[in-house]
C-alpha cells in the first residue's frame, strides 16, 4: 500500500492547486545546481561540510529524514547531521530557543496567536531574518487498529470522533456495525492511544475531526491531544502500543502502521469507503491550497473534503529554516543537507518507506528555496 509518486504527481500537476510562488545535493565535484527532479536521479549539486548540524522536531519524518541523512553522510563522511525526533511542538520550541538549525513539522508556523505566541514572529525573531515553511515530506495518517478476526474496518469521521472521545468504547457499538454490514464485530473493549508528546500529527489529526465531524468533535485543534485515551510517546510509541493491545487503535503515519504490520480502517467521507492507497491520497494532496508567499511554502489541506476517491486525513512535513542564518556557515550547512533530502534521488526512495515523495511541481520550488537560504 505504498504511496505511487505517479499518481500523486498526476494529481497535482493537473489540479495546479499548488502552484507556489518561488521554488539541489552534495557531490565532491562542480556540478550545475539542481533547478527541478531530474530524470537521472541526481542527489543535486552542493559543497559537502565538516562538523554538526542539528535538528529536532516530526516523529512523522524520522525514517525519511533517516534516509536522507544516510545518503548525505555516505558521500561526506565528515558532516555529521542529528535529528532529534522529538515530536514537531518541541521542534519548533528548539528551533526558537536557537538550540538547533532547522525544524521539522508536521504543520506550518502559526500566524496568528496560540497562547499568546505568534511563532513565525518568534521564529522570525529568532533567526533575525523571516522563517521559511519548505515541505519536505507527505505522510498520510492512517486509522490503525487490531481487533482479533477483524481484517476490514470502515469508519467515517463522526465514529472514529466519537471512538476518540471516548463515547464509543466497544467494538460491536451500534454506529461502528452500521457501517461494517455483514462483518462479525467483537465485544472487545476499545482501546485509545494518543500522542502524548506535542505532535503536528495530532494536529493534522484532529483538524481532520473538527472539519469532517464539528458536531461530534467538540476540542480545537492542535499540537496536544485534548481527547481521551492512554498516551504515548511519539509515533514509534502509538504503533507499539496498538499492536501488543487486542481492542487497540490509534492515529499513526502510514510508514508506522506499515512497520507495525497493523490494519487500516477505511475512511467513509460520506462517498463510500476510501482505502488508504496512492490514488486515493493524490486526490487528495490535489485539494490542497497555497497559503505561504515567496519562499514560504506553507500549504492548506482540505481536510473536509468530499472528492469521491479522496482519502482525506493526510499532513505535510516541513523544513523549518531561517532564511538568512546569523551564522552564515551553518546556513551554508542546512543549504547543503536540504538540497539532499529535496533531490529527486532521495525523494524517489521514499515511498518504500510508506511516504509520498514531493511531486515534481513542489520539488522545483523547494529545491529553489532551499538554494535561497544563506
Not at 536521479?41 to 525519511?64: H, I, M, P, R, V
Not at 455483514?182 to 500522542?195: A, H
Not at 550547512?333 to 518507506?353: H, I, N, W
Amino acid at each position: 500500500m505504498s504511496v505511487s509518486r505517479t499518481t500523486v504527481l498526476g494529481a497535482l500537476a493537473l489540479s495546479g492547486a499548488l502552484l507556489l510562488s518561488a521554488c539541489a545535493s552534495e557531490n565532491n565535484s562542480p556540478a550545475p545546481a539542481a533547478g527541478g527532479s531530474g530524470s537521472s536521479g541526481s542527489t543535486g549539486s552542493t559543497d559537502c561540510f565538516s562538523g554538526n548540524l542539528k535538528a529536532e522536531g516530526s516523529s512523522a519524518q524520522k525514517n525519511a529524514i533517516d534516509e536522507a541523512i544516510s545518503v548525505f553522510q555516505t558521500k561526506c563522511a565528515d558532516a555529521t547531521i542529528d535529528y532529534n525526533p522529538s515530536g514537531s511542538g518541541s521542534g519548533i520550541k528548539q528551533f526558537i530557543a536557537k538550540q538547533v538549525d532547522f525544524a521539522g513539522s508536521d504543520s506550518a508556523l502559526k500566524t496568528v496567536a496560540v497562547d499568546g505566541l505568534v511563532e513565525a514572529d518568534d521564529a522570525a525573531k529568532a533567526c533575525g531574518s523571516p522563517a521559511w515553511n519548505l515541505p519536505m515530506v507527505t505522510g498520510p495518517i492512517a486509522v490503525a487498529y487490531n481487533v482479533a478476526g477483524v481484517d476490514k474496518l470502515v469508519l467515517d469521521a463522526e465514529v472514529t470522533a466519537k471512538i476518540f472521545d471516548g463515547k464509543v468504547t466497544t467494538w460491536n457499538d451500534p454506529a461502528i456495525a452500521k457501517l461494517n454490514a455483514g462483518v462479525k464485530l467483537p465485544s472487545t473493549p476499545i482501546k485509545v492511544y494518543f500522542r502524548s508528546d506535542d505532535s503536528g500529527t495530532t494536529e493534522n489529526f484532529t483538524k481532520y475531526l473538527k472539519a469532517a465531524a464539528p458536531d461530534a468533535w467538540s476540542y480545537e485543534t492542535g499540537k496536544k491531544w485534548t481527547g481521551k485515551g492512554e498516551g504515548k510517546e511519539k509515533s514509534a510509541g502509538v504503533a507499539t502500543a496498538v499492536k501488543g493491545q487486542d481492542g487497540g487503535i490509534t492515529y499513526v503515519e502510514l510508514s508506522y502502521a506499515k512497520q507495525n504490520t497493523l490494519k487500516m480502517a477505511e475512511i467513509d467521507t460520506g462517498s463510500g469507503p476510501v482505502e488508504l492507497n496512492a490514488e486515493s491520497v493524490g486526490k487528495t494532496v490535489a485539494t490542497a491550497k497555497p497559503v505561504g508567499s515567496g519562499n514560504d511554502l506553507a500549504l492548506k489541506i482540505d481536510y473536509a473534503t468530499k472528492e469521491a476517491g479522496a482519502y482525506p486525513i493526510i499532513l505535510v512535513t516541513y523544513e523549518v529554516v531561517c532564511s538568512k542564518y546569523s551564522d552564515a556557515a551553518q546556513g551554508s550547512k542546512v543549504r547543503a543537507f536540504l538540497t539532499t533530502f529535496a533531490s529527486d534521488a532521495v525523494q524517489g526512495q521514499l515511498e518504500e518507506l510508506g511516504y509520498a515523495p514531493l511531486p515534481t511541481e513542489v520539488a522545483t520550488k523547494v529545491q529553489t528555496a532551499v538554494k535561497a537560504i544563506s
